[in-house]
């Protein structure tokens, strides 16, 4: 196995062939959203910290329309639990847990975790999550502003940044992966993350002497390594997290692999041409 | 091979933090507990055996109870200590509410009420209205949800104490903030859900009423005694089949109960008869001649009623009583003597938390949640063995890429270190926020080794400092903004995400300061044989 970095040659594409695909993606992943939102009221669908309602994990031999039939209320999801036979995770929209703990526990149900949330206070805890991604997002802005302190390539950043976020924001779409405070944080990462490949990119093209190509090849080299180990890390605790059968980290992970997919495609591509783009026709001018 | 303190001073300052880490996880001093209470607690105690590491509800099991104060506030306002009653009775007029409900406040000139449209009937309007009633200027707009700093912190406590006197070792009570809102998060390793919500649920006022036949021999009650009048509370006991706690008064409450028993004729030879029926309301039992009884009342509901025992009533006659205020409050069975007495020691509550409208809960069966602390190790690992085939594949150099694992194993020792030493409780958003770092780190590791070991010598130090510094650039730039990234969260009260932001945002730091630039020294020395 060659695990050396490919050596791209850029000179063959024009700056519009180059943008096209990392463009058209995000205007892919941006129609899916606002689709969606038109569709079912949200972008992605909401986990119960941000609607409200009753999660109920239970071990039972019932099977899943037995399950059902226990509760007199309607159960809205019935997941198996990977690596836990007989365990089952339930979502409710009640949320008052008190009778359907009664009910469970009547059916003899053993019940391993319970979470409740109200309403209000989801409502609460969703305009905060993004007022929370919000924040993050403009500091980092703003940030990455103050250290280039020059229109594109500062904005070569922000934008595979924002890219990197809306793409995987449209697999959970498409996934139906819930959006849950684990993803938020999982989103909030992909900033940190994204940011990164593309710092040490700028890094190497404008503040180092040499040919805009053989700096590409360097920054490519260390930062394709970068990610690469990153999606290996992710993948394997998704993986193996979601067999154990322990909460919250398959999501986390799941989300980071797609937002550094996206982040690799973003950073070579669409960040590339816009520095290439600066470097020979926008100081030139 | 020789370490020069001050030419390889990051490997030292790396040796200093892992020295001060292994302190803080296994040395046995001030850890065992923490925040924790005394070692008899050890049954709940969601500290860990081995090490100082203290573990959260989704790594211990537990439950946890979110939720907000009930109650409204109006400050700013301007009135004189005397005024206080005034305002408070005003109050309780329009609003129709008890006097516990009420609360004028001199020191912080504001008044609030225990009581809103989401518990109870009161609406932000209907307050405003009432303090207008009282003489204020005050518009729906002036009115505040929640409660005064004050109340908040007196019910942080009496929930405290109630943990601690239902020996639910490790339970805490603390108040959260978030913009507009301000919750109490009470915690409970171990214990389960109706446990926890029976605990902190009611508000937990004891009165002693007495109820005897007034003039045209109809029923009257009179409020006695409450929480602020005892002296003295024993342990709840059992003896001979009766139930009790022991309670001695305090001088001026003995004698004003000695008072009012002999006023009403609790004092009678032989003592009374009582033919209170729990099962009915009180206005039933009223109805129908009971005798005269002393009442056991937790938040205004009759829990338990008694006679006065014959030697009892003489020591009312004789003004005994006075002398040594103390008494036996009788109830049903010993778990009621239990809640009573942890009622009675811990006093009540100004206001209540409103779990059911506007609360979380969150319980997870203890045994299901030890077995995510040896799988999430596990996890851990393995996403660690990942990197280090990645790291492997691309430089072959074991020298390169085994200094990059002990490294970043290095940053997550200290970020433990770090943890055991403020007490933080590790939950699963911790645990994704170490692999976060251990992330972030391996790619700045990356960054340094391409940096330094690009072509040409780095025979001098100045080539090596020049080309460090190059790195670190890039490095410090990324962790600036991820710091930035997080910290909204780190402030914002979202539950998990706030735990998940502080380990990152320390990871971070502790990986840019100490271990990252370390990395650069092992990697000079091992790798480009700088040995002088």
Redesign the interface.
């Known amino acids: ?1 060659d ?2 970095v490919p050596k791209v040659d850029y000179t063959e594409y024009t700056n519009r062939q180059l943008v096209v695909i990392p463009l058209g993606l995000l205007a892919v992943a941006l129609g899916i959203l606002a689709v969606a939102t038109v569709v079912t009221g949200t972008p992605v669908a909401l986990g119960i910290e941000f609607t409200g309602g009753t999660e109920m ?1 239970v071990v039972t031999t019932d099977s899943p329309a037995e399950i059902e039939a226990t509760f007199d209320g309607e159960v809205q999801s019935i997941t198996p639990i990977a690596g836990q036979a007989n365990t089952y995770q339930l979502t409710f929209q009640a949320d ?2 008190d009778p359907i ?1 009664e009910q469970a526990e009547a059916a003899d149900y ?9 309403a ?2 989801a409502a ?2 969703q305009r ?2 993004l ?2 991604l919000a ?3 403009a ?2 802005a ?3 502003a103050l ?1 280039f302190r020059t229109f594109v390539p500062s904005l070569a950043v922000i934008a595979s940044a924002f890219s990197d976020i809306m793409i995987p924001l449209a697999l959970m779409r498409l996934f139906n992966i819930e959006l849950t ?2 993803t ?3 989103l ?2 992909l ?3 994204s ?3 593309d ?2 990119l700028n ?1 190497h093209i404008l ?1 180092r002497h040499g040919d805009f190509y053989t700096s590409t090849f ?1 920054a490519m ?2 930062g394709v ?2 990610t ?3 999606i ?6 998704t993986v ?2 979601y067999l ?6 398959p999501d ?1 992970g799941l989300i ?1 692999v797609f937002g550094l997919l996206a982040d690799l495609m973003n950073t070579y591509l669409l960040n590339v041409s816009l520095l290439r783009y600066y470097k020979y026709e926008g100081i030139a001018k | 091979m020789k370490l020069h303190l001050k030419k390889h001073w990051r490997i030292w300052l790396l040796a200093l933090f892992m020295v001060m880490s292994t302190v803080a996880l296994f040395a046995p001093i001030g850890g065992e507990g923490g925040i924790l209470g005394p070692a008899d607690d050890d049954e709940n105690a969601a500290g860990s055996q081995y090490t100082n590491l203290q573990f959260g509800l989704e790594l211990s099991g537990g439950t946890q109870v979110r939720a907000p104060f009930v109650g409204m506030t109006v400050s700013g306002l301007e009135f004189e200590p005397d005024e206080e009653s005034e305002i408070e009775s005003v109050l309780q007029e329009e609003l129709r509410l008890s006097s516990g409900d009420v609360r004028a406040d001199f020191e912080e000139q504001s008044v609030e009420v225990f009581d809103d449209s989401e518990v109870g009937n009161t609406t932000r309007a209907d307050f405003a209205a009432a303090l207008r009633a009282a003489g204020f200027d005050t518009t729906e707009s002036d009115v505040r949800m929640g409660v005064t700093a004050d109340t908040r912190a007196g019910v942080e406590d009496v929930l405290n104490e109630r943990l601690r006197e239902r020996g639910l070792g490790g339970g805490t009570a603390s108040q959260v903030s978030a913009p507009g809102q301000q919750f109490m998060v009470v915690e409970v390793p171990g214990a389960n859900r109706t446990e926890v919500i029976n605990l902190i649920g009611d508000r937990g006022q004891v009165e002693i009423w007495a109820l005897y036949p007034g003039e045209n021999n109809t029923y009257e009650t009179q409020s006695l005694l409450d929480q602020s009048d005892l002296a003295d509370i024993g342990q709840a006991q059992q003896q001979e089949g009766d139930t009790f706690v022991p309670i001695r008064l305090n001088e001026q409450a003995g004698a004003r109960f000695g008072d009012a028993m002999r006023a009403n004729g609790f004092d009678e030879q032989g003592g009374t008869q009582c033919a209170y029926d729990l099962e009915r309301s009180l206005d039933e039992n009223m109805d129908d001649n009971p005798g005269r009884c002393l009442l056991t009342v937790l938040d205004g509901e009759v829990v338990f009623a008694a006679g006065i025992a014959p030697d009892l009533a003489s020591s009312f006659a004789s003004g005994a009583f006075d002398e040594s205020p103390s008494y036996r409050t009788t109830t049903t069975s010993f778990e009621d003597a239990r809640e009573l007495e942890i009622n009675m020691r811990a006093g009540a509550l100004r206001t209540e938390l409103d779990i059911e409208n506007r609360g979380t809960t969150f319980f997870l069966l203890p045994s299901l949640a030890e077995q995510f602390k040896p799988l999430s190790l596990l996890t851990g690992a393995t996403a660690v063995l990942a990197v280090a085939f990645m790291v492997f594949l691309r430089y072959r150099k074991p020298e390169v890429a085994a200094p990059m694992l002990l490294t970043a194993a290095a940053e997550v020792y200290i970020l433990l270190g770090f943890a055991a030493a403020v007490g933080l409780p590790l939950d699963l958003s911790h645990i994704a926020g170490f692999i976060a770092v251990i992330g972030t780190g391996v790619d700045d590791l990356v960054i340094i080794a391409d940096e330094i070991m690009q072509q040409g010598d780095v025979r001098t130090s100045k080539v090596f400092e020049s080309r460090f510094r190059k790195a670190f650039w890039v490095i410090g730039a990324a962790a600036a903004t991820t710091i930035i990234a997080m910290s909204p969260l780190a402030v914002l009260s979202l539950g998990d995400l706030q735990g998940f932001a502080i380990v990152t945002i320390v990871g971070v730091l502790i990986g840019v300061l100490i271990t990252r630039p370390a990395y650069g020294d092992i990697l000079r020395i091992l790798v480009l044989g700088d040995k002088r």
């Not at chain 1, 154990?244 to 980290?249: A, R, T, V």
Request: hydrophobic letters at 60%; proline letters at 1%; charged letters at 15%.
């Open positions: 196995m695990a050396s994990q008052d847990a703990i053993e019940i391993e975790s319970v979470g409740e949330r109200s209000s206070f609460d805890s905060q999550a007022l929370g924040i993050a997002f500091g980092m703003l940030l990455v250290m405070l684990g938020v944080a999982a909030l990462m900033i940190g993350y940011v990164d490949s710092l040490l890094n503040r360097r080299r260390t390594t970068m690469v180990t990153s290996a890390a992710m993948v394997v605790m193996v997290a154990l059968g322990i909460p919250l980290l986390v980071l």
